[in-house]
DNA sequence: GATGAATGAGCATTCATTCAT
DNA sequence: AATGAATGAATGCTCATTCAT
């Protein structure tokens, strides 16, 4: 298996960091493998071409993120407990890696169509985690029972995004984390009953 | 003032017509010329370089946008009512111009940082009035005195955009301004006290 | 029409230069461009791509190869007069142009598929001709009544390519005009009653 | 001595199928290795460069081409017979290997210039053969005394070749070997007193 | 003011060859 | 002898911008 294999990894943690010092337009496939501190050629011995590098680092990312947020999820049964989770870690996890932050908010949005719909596949992961936890909330009677879940799902990762892509803009100048109880309060407040 | 002649204004629009049809990244120089009915080096006469015609369409654009949301709320005194006239508008307006919805949400956010860097701050004036929403709210003890007012904005922002995108996402499949009465209580329940 | 503007006969006088002095696969658009005194881009406004610099190259050449033998055997209404004719001027014109030479009995002919399939359609224009004249032999009974057509042009082409081809291959280093008779003699023979 | 390892034989016919099915220009030299059953590196235990195999190719089959036409030949003394069966076992031999004519015929004509001129060295085995036979049609009085030998071996072997490379341009649709008596007739005549 | 022909910088990808195992 | 992962040089084409007319 390529994923398996060490320089599958380090290409594409190479790439994170390239696209997120260079920026999505400069970050050319000989800057990723010298990064990489491999060969412009090795990069096709484990991915079919430039575009299949940015999907499978977002693939590789997001999948970590969400299985990150579900390990700590687990053990919280309350829909209110486990937004709070949702929202601290991913608060946290963009904290704690100051080039994907850059890469996942700003860079990779310039991709073009046909990217942005494999991300988009991705995200669906994401979204689908969201969802859990609203329609739990709402069969335990805490969110209102007349929650429309998919316009509350948007309005959830509308929310926790745009408060992402503003800290990101702001070239990360003050802690995000600190920010989570607040937001989790608000987004609380509009679910519930 | 250039604003003012008549090429300007049949050059943005044009840009608006081939970004929408053709997408960011296949929207060349050339082609808007030939839309707008002019050669390739008149636009040089309007614009400085291409982002200057990306960047003056969405000032453009989005201050028709804000004057108009103003001119709809004139009267209302109320902060709830204010924001369901602004979610109203907003949702209305994209829904009317099918062509420049794709552009905001989608195509123009491929755009390098730079450029939307300068978008964000064509933003501000949109903001802003949802700032004043927000402040009024407060003030009159509607929103919950504690409101941090920052956070809050960027709820209202990053909800109503994500639906928005969403929706442009789907092919505007469904009827967008249908959605409005919702997403406003949603909004309100989180901003009340 | 492209094919009347200057241009575009510079740009293919100077393939021919820059094919026969580099080789086929050294002869980079970049190279033609600075031979041809335009800049690369310049290239595409007059071709749609390297490909269709060598088809165009050799449409213009062959045609007036064809249309050159044609006139100088205007006149001639005997098919010995009108193969002689066409000998010598296929001798002729080639010895005339060195670097022609070169491109179409070497370089073109390391083309890849594509161009060698358009390069046959361009060459069918000649066989015709090989065609007209043996036809002509026959109905005037100067040819044998029996001749497969086909095959006689087989010969006819064939003998005439690999002589210029021999020669090309030895440097040019002999009159091949000088031979034009003997070739013309042996071909007449195997044609006659 | 490393032609006689099995590997070499086992290399070369590698080639021979990989070129005619892919073309010359995708016949990589992994593509080879595959075919033949090895490892690429093996590839460069048996032969110095991709250009040798190519070469290596050539000379084998030639050589066994030019045994075999030879073997066949044995007990003829006569120059006109000696032709009809240069001209028959050449389109026989072809016709019975259909990659071998597809090879020779128009993928190793696509090689650079070096390739090329290697491949008519080995080339003139063959030629040496046709001059064999023309020389003795002369001495026997056969052919005509004021034959130029050399221009006489390029009207055969020019059109033998061209006769063949038809053949296989229109994916050797009909039989070639029937047309070998019309073919010698022709060149007979011309050879001829 | 308006034109549009000309410019030229910039980059993803392939594949023959090597060499540590 | 055999392997196959790794190497890295080499190039066609696009398109924003200019400037002579």
């Known amino acids: 298996m390529k994923k398996d294999k060490p320089k599958y990894k380090q290409i594409i943690d190479a790439a994170v960091v390239v696209i997120a010092e260079n920026g999505y337009h400069h970050a050319q496939v000989s800057k990723i493998a010298k990064q990489a501190g491999v060969a412009d050629g090795t990069i096709y011995l484990y991915f079919k071409n430039k575009e299949d590098i940015l999907i499978s680092l977002f693939e590789e990312k997001m999948g970590q993120f969400v299985r990150s947020i579900r390990s700590r999820m687990a053990g919280k049964e309350n829909a209110v407990e486990q937004l709070e989770v949702l929202i601290e870690s991913h608060f946290y996890m963009l904290s704690e890696d100051y080039h994907l932050a850059i890469v ?27 969802d859990e936890i609203l329609h739990n909330g709402v069969k335990k009677q805490i969110f209102s029972e007349e929650l429309d879940i998919r316009l509350a799902r948007q309005m959830v990762f509308g929310t926790i995004d745009e408060v992402v892509t503003t800290w990101v803009i702001n070239e990360q100048k003050y802690d995000i984390t600190k920010l989570a109880p607040e937001i989790h309060s608000l987004l609380v407040k509009a679910l519930s009953k």
């Open 104 to 130: 996942t908010q700003l860079e990779l949005r310039q991709s073009n169509k046909d990217i942005r719909l494999k991300i988009n596949e991705v995200l669906k992961e994401y979204l689908l985690l969201v």
